[in-house]
């Protein structure tokens, strides 16, 4: 079946520590992204991606890193310097329109 | 005004009902709209697009005001499975920060449809 997966589902962090979030696709999407979402707020764009070897900043960017050296990979590193790393993440794919698909989530919780 | 606000509801309904929710975007240029739904701890799921003609899928019909830069979702007939928040989503056009295919979410609307 075709679609996205993100890898843990919930995952614990203690301070101090890096960790790194898994989001894979075979939709063959050339365009990936990644939010965050806090309780009783929107999505907000973290970093996102058009191609391979290529990505840009989103509107918090700041205290994350990303790499994407496959088309179907789009990992997302949340490091120490994130001040409020505890949230829902999200990462989504886009082929061609503006809709964008999303998938399951990872739930992050620092210690 | 905010890029995209919707109605903060929450909206508790009985079976049955009809329901509307609003949402008013702030960038005149943009140009894709869209209705997701996000059930309690689980991903958004595109529900409907919302083209300037307005559009119907069932008991959903959305519309589009770009005069008043408005989006609307009437829910007909409500069920207890169309309990989610729902999402007013919004791209950002070219210019506004690089890409065409940003998209920007609204905070969402809570509806409870109740036996």
């Known amino acids: 079946d075709g679609g996205i997966t993100q890898s843990p589902k919930y995952l614990f962090r203690k301070e101090g520590q890096n960790v790194t979030l898994s989001c894979e696709q075979n939709?063959?999407?050339?365009?990936m992204y990644w939010y965050r979402q806090d309780p009783g707020q929107g999505l907000r764009l973290i970093y996102y991606?058009?191609?391979?070897?290529?990505?840009q900043k989103g509107d918090i960017a700041e205290g994350y890193s990303v790499s994407r050296e496959k088309k179907e990979s789009f990992p997302l590193t949340v490091t120490s310097a994130q001040k409020n790393p505890t949230a829902f993440y999200l990462c989504?794919?886009?082929?061609?329109?503006?809709?964008?698909?999303f998938g399951p989530g990872t739930r992050l919780t620092v210690l | 005004r905010k890029e995209v606000e919707q109605d903060p509801g929450p909206f508790n309904v009985p079976e049955g009902a009809t329901v509307a929710f609003n949402c008013t975007y702030s960038?005149?240029?943009?140009?894709?709209f869209f209705w997701y739904r996000q059930d309690c701890r689980k991903e958004p799921k595109l529900l409907m697009s919302?083209?300037?003609s307005g559009n119907e899928d069932g008991r959903f019909t959305a519309q589009l005001n770009r005069a008043s830069q408005y989006i609307s979702l009437l829910i007909r007939d409500s069920k207890l499975s169309d309990s989610a928040t729902y999402l007013c989503?919004?791209?950002?056009?070219?210019?506004?920060?690089?890409?065409?295919?940003?998209?920007?979410f609204g905070k969402g609307t809570l509806l409870t449809v109740n036996p």
């Open positions: 989504a794919s886009r082929w061609d329109t503006d809709t964008q698909y």
């Open positions: 939709l063959n999407h050339d365009a």
């Open positions: 991606s058009q191609i391979v070897n290529d990505f």
């Open positions: 960038n005149s240029a943009s140009q894709s």
């Open positions: 919302v083209y300037s």
């Open positions: 989503v919004v791209n950002s056009p070219p210019g506004s920060g690089g890409s065409n295919y940003k998209l920007t």
